[in-house]
C-alpha cells in the first residue's frame, strides 16, 4: 500500500474528507473481494458434521439444491446456501451472522427467513432438548412467518441426506457472485 493511500489519524474523529475518500477506495476493494470471502468460508463447514449424517456444507448444499430445483430466485438459492455460515463462529445465533452478510443483498423477507431460521427450525427438535418447540408462535404476527416456516420445512430440516443428489459448490458460484455484486439495500453503508 502506497503511503499516498493511507490516512494518518488515530482517531476517527481526526479525519478529514480526503481521509475517508482514501478509506472508501479500499472498502470498494474490499467489497469486491466478499464473494470469495463467503465461498471460501463455506468451504470450512466441509468436514464438520455436528453429529448430522453429513457434514455443514452437505447440509448447505443440499439446502441450496433443493431450492434451486423448486425453481427459486437466485437470491433465494444463494439464502439457502448461506443459511448456516454462522455455525462454526456463532453457534448460538448462526442465524443473525448469516443474515448481516446477506442484508444489504437480498430482499427484506429473505433477511427475515435467514434471520430468523433458528428459531423455527427449532419446531422439529426443541421438545427433545427439554425446550418449547413452538417458540417460532412468539413471530406469528410477521408477515413472513409462514415463509420462514415453508423455508425450514423443505430446505432445512430435511437436508441431512447422505444419499441426495447434492450439487457442487461450484455450481452455485456464479449465482453467489450476482447475489453480492451489488447491495439492493442500504442500512447505512454509502453507495458503492
Request: charged residues 30%.
Amino acid at each position: 500500500m502506497d503511503d499516498a493511500d493511507q490516512t494518518h489519524f488515530t482517531q476517527m474523529k481526526d479525519g478529514t474528507r480526503e481521509d475517508y475518500a482514501k478509506i472508501a477506495r479500499h472498502s470498494v476493494r474490499f467489497f469486491e473481494g466478499l464473494p470469495g470471502r463467503v465461498l471460501r468460508h463455506l468451504e470450512l463447514l466441509e468436514g464438520d458434521t455436528g453429529g448430522y449424517a453429513v457434514d455443514r456444507l452437505t447440509h448447505s448444499l443440499q439446502s441450496s439444491t433443493r431450492a434451486l430445483r423448486d425453481g427459486r430466485d437466485e437470491p433465494y438459492v444463494v439464502c439457502a446456501l448461506i443459511h448456516d455460515i454462522g455455525d462454526t463462529l456463532a453457534p448460538v445465533s448462526h442465524s443473525e451472522l448469516a443474515a448481516a452478510i446477506l442484508e444489504p443483498f437480498v430482499s427484506e423477507k429473505n433477511h427475515w427467513i435467514v434471520k430468523h431460521h433458528g428459531i423455527f427450525q427449532g419446531y422439529y427438535f426443541f421438545h427433545h432438548l427439554g425446550l418449547d418447540r413452538k417458540m417460532r408462535d412468539r413471530y406469528q404476527e410477521s408477515e413472513h412467518f409462514t415463509d420462514c416456516a415453508e423455508f425450514c420445512e423443505l430446505y432445512d430440516q430435511n437436508c441431512f441426506d447422505p444419499s441426495y443428489d447434492t450439487m457442487p459448490l461450484s455450481e452455485f458460484e456464479p449465482m453467489l457472485r450476482r447475489v453480492f455484486a451489488k447491495p439492493i439495500r442500504s442500512i447505512y453503508t454509502p453507495e458503492l
